[in-house]
Protein backbone atom coordinates (compact mmCIF):
# COMPACT_ATOMS: atom_id res chain seq x y z
CA UNK A 1 0.00 0.00 0.00
CA UNK A 2 1.70 3.82 -1.51
CA UNK A 3 2.13 6.09 1.60
CA UNK A 4 1.61 9.95 1.13
CA UNK A 5 5.22 11.46 0.46
CA UNK A 6 6.75 13.80 2.38
CA UNK A 7 7.04 14.67 6.37
CA UNK A 8 3.32 16.03 6.84
CA UNK A 9 2.20 12.62 5.28
CA UNK A 10 4.56 10.38 7.51
CA UNK A 11 3.46 12.80 10.39
CA UNK A 12 0.14 11.94 9.74
CA UNK A 13 0.60 8.36 9.56
CA UNK A 14 2.13 8.37 13.05
CA UNK A 15 -0.37 10.10 14.30
CA UNK A 16 -2.73 7.71 13.09
CA UNK A 17 -1.15 4.78 14.56
CA UNK A 18 -0.36 6.39 18.16
CA UNK A 19 -4.87 7.14 18.15
CA UNK A 20 -5.55 3.39 17.13
CA UNK A 21 -3.11 2.00 19.78
CA UNK A 22 -4.59 3.77 22.41
CA UNK A 23 -8.30 3.56 20.90
CA UNK A 24 -7.22 -0.62 20.30
CA UNK A 25 -5.46 -0.76 23.85
CA UNK A 26 -8.77 0.48 25.52
CA UNK A 27 -11.61 -0.34 23.73
CA UNK A 28 -10.48 -3.49 22.08
CA UNK A 29 -9.60 -4.14 18.13
CA UNK A 30 -13.16 -5.33 17.14
CA UNK A 31 -15.07 -2.66 18.48
CA UNK A 32 -13.18 0.23 17.03
CA UNK A 33 -14.23 1.71 13.76
CA UNK A 34 -12.52 3.65 11.27
CA UNK A 35 -15.27 6.64 11.55
CA UNK A 36 -13.96 6.05 15.18
CA UNK A 37 -10.22 6.64 14.81
CA UNK A 38 -10.59 9.48 11.74
CA UNK A 39 -12.23 11.62 14.21
CA UNK A 40 -9.85 10.58 17.16
CA UNK A 41 -7.03 11.70 14.64
CA UNK A 42 -8.79 15.18 13.57
CA UNK A 43 -8.46 13.82 10.33
CA UNK A 44 -11.46 13.02 7.36
CA UNK A 45 -12.07 9.53 5.93
CA UNK A 46 -10.49 10.51 2.72
CA UNK A 47 -6.98 11.42 4.64
CA UNK A 48 -7.79 7.87 6.95
CA UNK A 49 -7.72 5.93 3.56
CA UNK A 50 -4.81 8.07 2.23
CA UNK A 51 -2.95 6.28 4.42
CA UNK A 52 -4.55 2.97 5.59
CA UNK A 53 -7.13 0.90 3.16
CA UNK A 54 -8.52 -0.86 6.68
CA UNK A 55 -7.99 -1.46 9.95
CA UNK A 56 -7.06 -4.15 9.83
CA UNK A 57 -3.23 -2.40 7.86
CA UNK A 58 -3.57 -0.51 10.78
CA UNK A 59 -3.29 -3.23 13.23
CA UNK A 60 -0.46 -4.85 11.34
CA UNK A 61 1.56 -1.73 10.89
CA UNK A 62 1.15 -1.04 14.70
CA UNK A 63 2.63 -4.69 15.47
CA UNK A 64 5.07 -4.97 12.60
CA UNK A 65 6.92 -1.44 13.85
CA UNK A 66 6.87 -2.62 17.46
CA UNK A 67 8.36 -5.68 16.69
CA UNK A 68 10.76 -4.04 14.04
CA UNK A 69 11.53 -1.61 16.67
CA UNK A 70 12.35 -4.14 19.76
CA UNK A 71 14.75 -5.92 17.39
CA UNK A 72 16.89 -2.85 16.32
CA UNK A 73 16.52 -1.54 19.69
CA UNK A 74 18.17 -4.83 20.99
CA UNK A 75 20.94 -5.16 17.90
CA UNK A 76 22.21 -1.06 18.35
CA UNK A 77 22.41 -1.89 22.12
CA UNK A 78 25.56 -3.28 24.18
CA UNK A 79 23.88 -6.34 24.87
CA UNK A 80 24.43 -8.54 21.60
CA UNK A 81 28.20 -7.65 21.86
CA UNK A 82 28.36 -9.47 25.32
CA UNK A 83 30.33 -12.74 25.18
CA UNK A 84 30.17 -14.33 28.26
CA UNK A 85 26.15 -16.32 28.34
CA UNK A 86 25.55 -15.05 32.01
CA UNK A 87 26.70 -11.36 31.51
CA UNK A 88 24.42 -11.74 28.15
CA UNK A 89 21.39 -13.00 30.07
CA UNK A 90 21.46 -10.69 32.79
CA UNK A 91 21.69 -7.97 29.99
CA UNK A 92 18.92 -9.31 27.88
CA UNK A 93 16.82 -9.10 31.29
CA UNK A 94 17.06 -5.84 31.87
CA UNK A 95 16.39 -4.84 28.33
CA UNK A 96 13.44 -7.11 27.97
CA UNK A 97 11.64 -5.49 31.61
CA UNK A 98 13.23 -1.48 30.48
CA UNK A 99 12.24 -1.56 26.74
CA UNK A 100 8.50 -3.12 27.53
CA UNK A 101 7.32 -1.26 30.54
CA UNK A 102 8.27 1.61 28.47
CA UNK A 103 5.67 0.73 25.79
CA UNK A 104 2.57 -0.91 27.60
CA UNK A 105 -0.13 -0.65 24.86
CA UNK A 106 2.04 -2.05 22.60
CA UNK A 107 2.91 -5.27 24.60
CA UNK A 108 -0.98 -5.61 25.63
CA UNK A 109 -1.74 -5.26 21.91
CA UNK A 110 0.82 -8.04 20.52
CA UNK A 111 -0.59 -10.33 23.05
CA UNK A 112 -4.08 -10.12 23.03
CA UNK A 113 -5.15 -9.03 19.26
CA UNK A 114 -2.63 -11.36 18.03
CA UNK A 115 -5.46 -13.47 16.59
CA UNK A 116 -7.15 -10.85 14.92
CA UNK A 117 -4.39 -10.67 12.19
CA UNK A 118 -5.49 -12.07 8.71
CA UNK A 119 -3.38 -15.29 8.06
CA UNK A 120 -1.09 -13.94 5.77
CA UNK A 121 -0.12 -10.92 8.93
CA UNK A 122 0.40 -13.62 11.53
CA UNK A 123 2.60 -15.10 9.46
CA UNK A 124 5.12 -12.17 9.57
CA UNK A 125 4.53 -11.13 13.30
CA UNK A 126 4.92 -15.09 14.15
CA UNK A 127 8.37 -14.73 12.19
CA UNK A 128 9.24 -11.48 13.95
CA UNK A 129 8.33 -13.09 17.38
CA UNK A 130 10.66 -16.08 16.50
CA UNK A 131 13.42 -13.76 15.22
CA UNK A 132 13.47 -12.04 19.24
CA UNK A 133 12.70 -15.84 21.47
CA UNK A 134 15.76 -16.92 18.98
CA UNK A 135 17.86 -14.48 20.70
CA UNK A 136 17.04 -15.81 24.13
CA UNK A 137 17.45 -19.62 23.28
CA UNK A 138 20.79 -18.90 21.45
CA UNK A 139 22.10 -17.38 24.71
CA UNK A 140 20.50 -20.55 27.04
CA UNK A 141 22.38 -22.65 24.36
CA UNK A 142 25.53 -20.75 24.74
CA UNK A 143 25.32 -20.87 28.42
CA UNK A 144 25.24 -24.73 28.49
CA UNK A 145 27.88 -24.92 26.27
CA UNK A 146 29.98 -22.93 28.60
CA UNK A 147 29.10 -24.57 31.73
CA UNK A 148 27.10 -22.16 33.08
CA UNK A 149 23.51 -22.68 33.21
CA UNK A 150 21.73 -25.53 32.94
CA UNK A 151 18.27 -26.13 30.57
CA UNK A 152 16.08 -29.34 30.43
CA UNK A 153 14.98 -27.97 27.10
CA UNK A 154 15.35 -24.78 25.76
CA UNK A 155 12.62 -24.30 23.82
CA UNK A 156 10.72 -24.23 27.24
CA UNK A 157 13.04 -22.79 29.58
CA UNK A 158 13.08 -19.52 26.98
CA UNK A 159 9.32 -19.40 26.88
CA UNK A 160 9.17 -19.54 30.47
CA UNK A 161 11.58 -16.37 31.38
CA UNK A 162 9.92 -14.66 28.20
CA UNK A 163 6.16 -15.00 29.66
CA UNK A 164 7.71 -14.25 32.94
CA UNK A 165 9.37 -10.83 31.94
CA UNK A 166 6.34 -9.71 30.11
CA UNK A 167 4.02 -10.21 32.54
CA UNK A 168 6.45 -7.41 34.20
CA UNK A 169 3.94 -5.04 32.07
CA UNK A 170 0.30 -6.14 33.64
CA UNK A 171 1.40 -4.77 36.64
CA UNK A 172 4.42 -2.44 37.06
CA UNK A 173 3.46 1.10 37.34
CA UNK A 174 6.22 4.35 37.45
CA UNK A 175 4.91 5.66 40.46
CA UNK A 176 4.91 2.04 42.19
CA UNK A 177 6.78 0.46 46.01
CA UNK A 178 9.32 -0.71 43.79
CA UNK A 179 11.89 1.48 41.12
CA UNK A 180 12.00 -0.17 37.44
CA UNK A 181 15.50 -0.74 38.43
CA UNK A 182 14.81 -3.02 41.72
CA UNK A 183 12.03 -4.87 39.29
CA UNK A 184 15.31 -5.42 36.88
CA UNK A 185 17.54 -6.69 39.86
CA UNK A 186 15.00 -9.23 41.28
CA UNK A 187 13.72 -10.34 37.92
CA UNK A 188 17.80 -11.09 37.12
CA UNK A 189 17.50 -13.06 40.37
CA UNK A 190 14.79 -15.47 39.05
CA UNK A 191 15.86 -15.74 36.05
CA UNK A 192 19.68 -16.34 37.24
CA UNK A 193 18.60 -19.18 39.78
CA UNK A 194 15.97 -20.79 37.16
CA UNK A 195 19.09 -21.75 34.45
CA UNK A 196 21.65 -21.88 37.77
CA UNK A 197 23.87 -25.44 37.54
CA UNK A 198 22.93 -27.36 40.08
CA UNK A 199 25.96 -27.85 42.93
CA UNK A 200 27.94 -31.07 43.16
CA UNK A 201 25.08 -33.85 45.28
CA UNK A 202 22.27 -31.65 44.22
CA UNK A 203 20.52 -33.85 41.63
CA UNK A 204 21.05 -36.76 43.66
CA UNK A 205 19.19 -35.06 46.62
CA UNK A 206 16.34 -34.33 44.23
CA UNK A 207 16.28 -37.79 42.89
CA UNK A 208 16.46 -39.05 45.99
CA UNK A 209 13.14 -36.98 46.88
CA UNK A 210 11.80 -37.53 43.79
CA UNK A 211 12.10 -41.66 44.24
CA UNK A 212 10.09 -41.86 47.38
CA UNK A 213 7.75 -44.31 47.39
CA UNK A 214 4.77 -45.62 49.06
CA UNK A 215 4.63 -48.27 51.31
CA UNK A 216 1.82 -50.35 52.28
CA UNK A 217 1.73 -50.39 56.36
CA UNK A 218 -0.96 -52.72 58.13
CA UNK A 219 -3.43 -51.78 55.56
CA UNK A 220 -2.71 -48.30 55.03
CA UNK A 221 -0.05 -46.11 53.02
CA UNK A 222 2.83 -44.21 54.26
CA UNK A 223 5.68 -42.17 52.56
CA UNK A 224 8.81 -43.44 53.97
Not at 38 to 65: P, R, S, W
Request: charged share 20%; net charge positive.
Amino acid sequence: MARPAGIKGEQTRQRILASSLALFARSGYAAVSMREIALDVGVGAGALYNHFTTKQHILMAIMEDHMRALLSSYHASANARQRDAQTQLEAFVRFHISYHTALPNEVFLSYMELRALEPENFKIIEALRRNYETILKDILTLGVQQRQMACDDIHVSAMAILAMLTGVTSWFRQQGRLTRHQIENIYVSLVMRSVAVPMAGQNQDQNNNQSRKIMPIKGKQAHV
